[in-house]
DNA sequence: ACCTGAATGCGAACAGTGTACGCATAGAGC
DNA sequence: GCTCTATGCGTACACTGTTCGCATTCAGGT
């Protein structure tokens, strides 16, 4: 018997005149074009569909869900995660590649609001964490030691994109900026004591956090 | 001239019947237990106002926004952060603190979506953030060393809780499941020499990591 | 050249959402 | 008893995700 799909370039239906055809790919693009331009809020259907200058009950015909859009949405996100990163040593790499996956994220921040509402894992990040995982290997870490350390860096990636970097445009003035402003210093010493600087510059705190962390594992 | 506010127990208005009177507390409260019914997605004003045996645009009269209700939510959990926990040094304080936040957060990762949403710092939330700094002070550390280690372990938690515990019920097969069992060893070594552990009993892994971090600051 | 079948586009409709408007009500102070 | 004000709440509007059914267009068979 010969291949049941020898030719999967059907392609028949309505008409879209000069327009391109719909396509997941093109959905997703179309989505990720929006929530970038407005944000992840107005990632509607209908507001994909008219980016495509088409309309909603379109969109159905090649994505089963709003949820598989994001999906689709989180894949191609994915794929730019950095894999190859200069370093030398297992060390040097797993430090360079993580600091550059976090000033990657740093620019779709939003996406991690899409990863962490299902339990969802992007293909397209299987590279990334294979690399991670290779390298805490080869750095010498048992299996369990090297999956554990490579969740623990994760989460502090994430945990701090997502604590840092609001999903929701901010009314002014900011509740926390109320909330520090009013805090009594007789009452929480500690934080007025520290209150003053963490506005200010972090820097790139996050890159020796990273390292700090890498360094707990890597003993 | 008299104080503006003699009185604010004024209490005028639409008769309740028996039920008792709409408040923010009684509001955050019904919303509160709505979500751990039925799942943050479902906490809608109309299901909330239902849950008070009232209308949604009652609601209205006491929260200004369904934001400023997820904001009384967020205090209301706030207030169960521990404070005060077992240890003799500021380290095994601040282990033993920020385990029992994580476990504590664990049965309510839900706030988290409401917490990250905005640029948001819940007022309750203000004696754990200070406990923690304090402590961090009183190991020797500097304010910005302090205000780093604190956040970094922070991070840790929620960037845990958030990518384990999905917020949506999985539709079965979990995406996540189909994912890993896909994953061609040959492609993703690392990943599959992984795999078959990372389902299993990662056990309290959790406050290991959290001591782990620890150590790496309070060195 | 005709017909058939399937794939695609899309207008209309439905239930559910957050929120604003306006009216009815009940108590406090004169 | 009047007025004033805070409260409850019915109604309506714009918006959401999703489904149904119809129109269109092509590929393949005869």
Redesign the pocket.
Known sequence: MSTVTP?PR???????DGRP??SVAAIAAAGRRLVERVGLD??????VAAELD?????L???VV???ALLLAILEDIAAGLPVEVPGRTACERLQNRLVAAHDYMARHVWVLHILIRGEVVAENALPFSNACLQDFLDAGLAPREAATAFGACWHLVIGELLDEHPLAPPREPTQRSIVMSRIAPERFPAIAAVRSLDLHDRGDGTATVIGRLLGAFLS
Do not use: P
């Not at 059907?10 to 879209?16: I, L, S, V, Y």
């Not at 107005?42 to 507001?47: E, Y």
């Open positions: 030719l059907t392609q028949h239906g309505g008409a879209r055809e719909l107005a990632l509607s259907m209908r507001n088409t309309a909603a009950a379109s159905y015909r090649h869900d709003r949820e």
